[in-house]
């Protein structure tokens, strides 16, 4: 079944504890990105990967750093997670930037 | 930049009645549109799409027709049912500078009671 995981569904953690949220995709998707959903906001982009090793900067990458070693992974970092940083996190992949995201099931972040 | 504006929720309906949910975009070129649905607890999944002006995306008993002169990309659905309450996001791709897949709106809430 062509799917995109994430790992943790649910993370409870405190200010500065280092963190990764894993996402996996196995599709051989280019494209994948990582979102921040929160009330009346909708989704905004931290970071996205055109492929491997080639990762940049979305709208709201401040706190955040990932990493794209091969092309079905594409985990999300904390290195210093602050109470700002408590969202609904999501990643996706598509076959191209402009293409059909498919989106994993989303990652509950709380940072107390 | 670009930009998605959709109406604010929530959107309270009783079953079978007829559905609109306003989406407008600012946008340089000619993005493609999409409606994704989010269920409860779960990701988003794509509705419909829209590539190009007067294109009409439809799946599920859901439509949207691409505006160019109003810049909107409204959905309808002419009966709604309960299984349909999710949260509604406009989107548009930036097609061909490749940075940004996806600018979403902020979503609407759709309550359908029996």
């Known amino acids: 079944e062509a799917q995109v995981t994430q790992n943790p569904r649910y993370l409870i953690t405190v200010t500065g504890k280092k963190l990764t949220v894993t996402c996996s995709q196995n599709?051989?998707?280019?494209?994948m990105s990582w979102y921040r959903q929160d009330p009346g906001l909708g989704l905004r982009q931290i970071y996205y990967?055109?492929?491997?090793?080639?990762?940049d900067k979305g709208d709201v990458p401040e706190g955040y750093k990932v990493s794209r070693k091969e092309k079905r992974n594409f985990p999300l970092i904390l290195e210093s997670p602050s109470p700002n940083q408590t969202s609904l996190y999501f990643c996706?992949?598509?076959?191209?930037?402009?293409?059909?995201?498919?989106f994993g099931p989303g990652t509950r972040l709380t940072v107390t | 930049g670009d930009s998605v504006t959709q109406m604010e929720g929530p959107v309270t309906l009783s079953e079978e009645a007829f559905l609109t949910i306003n989406c407008t975009y600012t946008?340089?070129?000619?993005?493609?549109l999409f409606w994704y649905v989010q269920y409860p607890g779960e990701g988003l999944q794509l509705l419909l799409k829209?590539?190009?002006?007067?294109d009409k995306g439809s799946n599920k008993g859901f439509e949207a027709t691409y505006r160019k002169e109003t810049t909107s990309f409204h959905l309808e659905k002419g009966s709604v049912q309960v299984s349909d309450s999710a949260v509604y996001f406009c989107?548009?791709?930036?097609?061909?500078?490749?940075?940004?897949?996806?600018?979403f709106g902020s979503g609407t809430r759709l309550q359908v009671q029996p």
């Open positions: 990967s055109m492929n491997v090793e080639v990762t």
């Open positions: 599709m051989n998707h280019e494209y």
């Open positions: 829209a590539t190009k002006a007067d």
């Open positions: 946008a340089t070129g000619y993005p493609s």
């Open positions: 989107a548009l791709s930036d097609n061909g500078t490749g940075r940004r897949a996806l600018t």
């Open positions: 996706a992949s598509s076959f191209a930037s402009g293409s059909e995201q498919y």
